[in-house]
């Protein structure tokens, strides 16, 4: 008898042109992944009927629940297609390499199914409805460097065979925590321990009366950019920003070369003054627990700019 295994486990991504529904077969993706969560799950109810011995009667089905993450590389080509999912369809230019630029602030976001496959026993499953809610990642000095991409869905629908076709692949050529860099205000900023950036669309799930249990859709609500940068505190630059109260524009990004980088610049970037704590001999370091705001000149709170060699990120045919 087979049993699953992650090693030969795969994911197919496909936009879809009606929310709920599937593109064709062919239209899809072959997706790297580190790890997955995505799925539905339907809890049961206790029954609370009294009257038939202290034996319980047969609980009920409640709705489902359709959500998860997947944990994907920061890469040059694939990043695209997680970043249209989350900020919508990029401003793209170029002959070769191209420059994919996202924005913030969108409204009607794209949806997309993707197909969980576990062909040893076997077994499909096309999850419809996706939506991106949260994309954050960790910069550090080295390390393997992922991202984790939330998303709420409307449900899925399980299979013995795949509903996804033939796949087509981008090939990964995948960014290193060696090739990052933090700059503010256009300078490198020095001292830099750790970054997380946290960006999140807080979709609200439409939770509506249906017959099979599954939400109407997810509605974008106000976004939010987010993070922490923690530093060896060699300076008072950032403390005295923070102290001021003044926005300052931060630049997260890795480059590989010209034609190959990824960098997501906060236009306006808020500082809380933190503590700073002496905690033995070694180096002190503080940690900046930032927020990012819609800055009046760019008209955006961020943009996101992807430089490859994919000419535009709809699905394959």
């Not at 920061?74 to 002959?95: E, H, S």
């Not at 979709?203 to 109407?216: F, H, P």
């Not at 002496?278 to 800055?295: H, M, S």
């Amino acid at each position: 008898m087979a049993r699953a295994q992650g090693a030969r486990a795969g994911m197919a991504l496909g936009f879809e042109s009606v929310y709920g529904t599937p593109p064709a077969a062919n239209a899809f993706w072959k997706m790297p992944f580190a790890s997955t969560t995505l799925g539905s799950e339907q809890p049961l109810l206790n029954s609370e009927l009294l009257g038939f011995g202290r034996d319980p009667l047969p609980p009920v089905k409640d709705a489902i629940t359709a959500d998860g993450n997947a944990v994907v590389p920061i890469d040059a080509r694939y990043l695209g297609i997680w970043l249209k999912l989350l900020f919508g369809a990029p401003d793209t230019t170029g002959t070769g390499p191209y420059t994919h630029v996202f924005q913030s602030g969108g409204y009607d976001l794209p949806s997309a199914s993707i197909e969980k496959q576990n062909p040893e026993v076997p077994h499909f499953n096309m999850i419809s409805g996706v939506k991106a809610n949260t994309l954050s990642w960790q910069m550090q000095r080295s390390g393997l460097v992922t991202a984790t991409v939330e998303c709420i869905a409307q449900g899925e629908t399980p299979a013995t065979s795949s509903a996804a076709g033939t796949l087509t692949e981008l090939g990964i050529t995948r960014f290193g925590s060696f090739n990052g860099e933090v700059e503010r205000d256009g300078a490198a900023l020095g001292n830099v321990v750790s970054a997380n950036i946290n960006y999140t669309n807080n979709l609200d799930r439409v939770e509506t009366i249906r017959n099979d249990g599954k939400i109407d859709g997810a509605d974008e609500s106000i976004a939010a950019l987010t993070g922490e940068t923690t530093i060896r505190f060699g300076n008072t630059t950032l403390l005295d920003q923070a102290l001021a109260g003044d926005p300052c524009e931060l630049r997260f990004a890795y480059e590989l070369s010209a034609t190959a980088s990824f960098e997501l610049v906060a236009h306006a970037v808020y500082l809380p003054k933190p503590r700073i704590s002496i905690e033995g001999p070694g180096g002190i370091q503080a940690t900046f627990a930032w927020q990012a705001a819609l800055d009046s000149a760019e008209g955006v709170m961020c943009t996101a700019t992807l430089i490859n060699d994919v000419a535009a990120f709809t699905n394959p045919s």
